[in-house]
């Protein structure tokens, strides 16, 4: 069967590029982007890399809700397969959806799938959609299992997981070493947390400098650096320094240089996430840092699934400091040799978390 396959989603996200990029060359597939995101988002990827980028439709909002001006035409278009991810809040998405069979059109989700919290009419869209789609593409196991649990086909869903720049993170990795990049800062020897990210609300983030405090109290000093900005640094700075602990706690601010990142991340022994901890586990993990976050899946990105227990991390229970920090103190104590844990991060993030197996699934979904 000849397949004509395009993509179509909210917006270009920049961290997407190498699974765009393979499925562009290697697959053929097509892409429209939305025209517009919203102020603070992720940053958006040049579409000069893609040889196949069509054009942008304009996302007409209405608060979170949006119209994709011109993406009902796919309808009307000679492609036979359309692949989005824009299901959630896009109602032309969801018009496309329910109207795709009278046009013989097959329908292909790339989709966080559950969370497993979901109630009332969000529990039924959600079921709704994923049993109308010729199938789906879910970023964790977890997701698979809720939905198999609410009544859909499990042939349907089919788990890739997620993937950021591999190819240009794999040629930087090459170049790692241990160094004195902690040392140099702080002027101790202390074990070094680190957080990269945005330093906004969801991530709880204060939880790690009262984990700290308590640390201190237990005779365990750490240090710990913030990498990224947010509207909650100058709360966290003001804590650091109630806390007496401001001359262990650094705000690096924004990095974006991928290969200042990743010897932030390569020279920190653990990587603390006390919200949700999504990309961030694989971002660490790329560079062979353990990470720990909470343990309430449903409150949790699908990528906590890279965390496995006493081996790329460890959980903790959700909103409790006391626990956060018996968590760090335990992992410090264990006795585990850093540079098996190290490979144990890599060998999560080469086996599963990377666009080569993510194209692959992609080939076998739509095109065998």
Request: glycine share 8%; with cysteine.
């Amino acid at each position: 069967m000849l397949h004509k396959v395009c993509f179509f989603n909210q917006s270009s996200v920049h961290y997407r590029k190498n699974i765009f990029m393979l499925m562009d060359r290697e697959l053929g597939i097509d892409f429209f982007f939305g025209d517009s995101r919203k102020q603070g988002a992720i940053k958006e990827l040049d579409t000069s890399c893609l040889n196949n980028f069509k054009g942008y439709f304009h996302n007409i909002g209405f608060g979170p809700i949006y119209w994709q001006n011109g993406a009902i035409r796919l309808l009307w278009s000679d492609y036979t397969d359309l692949f989005t991810t824009a299901t959630h809040y896009c109602l032309s998405a969801w018009v496309i959806l329910l109207l795709a069979p009278f046009f013989g059109k097959r329908v292909y989700l790339w989709s966080h799938g559950a969370y497993g919290d979901e109630r009332g009419i969000k529990k039924w869209l959600t079921i709704w959609k994923m049993k109308r789609a010729t199938g789906s593409l879910l970023y964790g196991n977890y997701a698979k299992k809720v939905l198999v649990g609410w009544g859909v086909p499990n042939e349907k869903l089919n788990v890739f997981y997620n993937s950021l720049a591999y190819d240009e993170e794999m040629e930087v990795r090459k170049t790692l070493a241990p160094s004195t990049f902690y040392q140099d800062h702080f002027h101790n020897s202390l074990r070094n947390l680190v957080f990269i990210g945005r330093l906004i609300a969801a991530k709880k983030l204060d939880m790690i400098i009262r984990a700290m405090l308590l640390l201190c109290d237990r005779g365990i000093e750490v240090n710990m650096t913030y990498v990224g900005d947010g509207p909650k640094k100058a709360e966290l700075e003001a804590l650091a320094k109630e806390s007496g602990l401001q001359a262990n706690v650094w705000f690096y601010g924004p990095c974006y240089d991928e290969k200042q990142i990743a010897q932030i991340i390569y020279n920190a022994d653990l990587c603390v996430s006390p919200g949700d901890v999504g990309l961030t586990a694989m971002h660490a993990m790329t560079f062979g840092t353990p990470v720990i976050s909470h343990d309430n899946f449903c409150h949790q990105g699908p990528e906590f699934e890279a965390i496995e227990e006493g081996r790329t991390g460890s959980f903790f229970r959700e909103n409790n400091v006391e626990s956060l920090a018996s968590c760090i103190q335990d992992w410090f104590t264990n006795g585990l040799e850093r540079e098996r844990i190290r490979q144990n991060c890599y060998d999560v993030i080469d086996n599963k978390y990377n666009p080569h197996q993510q194209i692959e699934k992609i080939r076998d979904l739509i095109f065998n």
